[in-house]
């Protein structure tokens, strides 16, 4: 995955039709984050974003990242093992919550996934 001086990318959690979602490390602030880009392509050899033909990562606002992480386990196209990996990592890299239990149930295409949380002590 494409390393920017502004992300580091460490997950690959989406990558489909060449749009790709990936949860890594924000260079400027230091903390966690979601970034999101189009890969190059013939009809675009930059992808998108771009600055000055310098591939970019248009990063979410941390308040954000736990909202897409979850979002994404209903996404068919979601590598589901690697979104629940970045989950454990954001909640402990925030220490805000801890995730006592995640249970992910596969369906007949139909995903539905259950947290029980809890405020870390």
């Keep these: 995955m494409l390393n920017t001086r502004y992300f580091t990318p460490e997950r690959e959690l989406y990558n489909y039709d060449g749009f790709i979602i990936a949860y890594g490390t924000d260079n400027i602030s230091g903390g966690k984050t979601i970034g999101r880009r189009w890969e190059q392509s013939t009809e675009n050899p930059y992808g998108y974003p771009h600055t000055f033909k310098n591939p970019q990562w248009f990063l979410d606002h941390s308040d954000a990242t736990q909202s897409t992480l979850i979002g994404l386990m209903a996404s068919k196209e979601a590598d589901k093992d690697e979104v629940l990996e970045a989950m454990k990592d954001y909640?402990?890299?925030?220490?805000?919550?801890?995730?006592?239990?995640?249970?992910?149930?596969?369906?007949?295409?139909?995903?539905?996934?259950?947290f029980s949380k809890r405020q870390a002590q």
Excluded at 92 to 107: A, G, P, R, Y
Aim: glycine share 0%; no cysteine.
């Design 91 to 114: 909640m402990q890299s925030t220490q805000q919550l801890h995730i006592d239990n995640v249970f992910v149930e596969v369906e007949e295409e139909d995903v539905r996934h259950h």
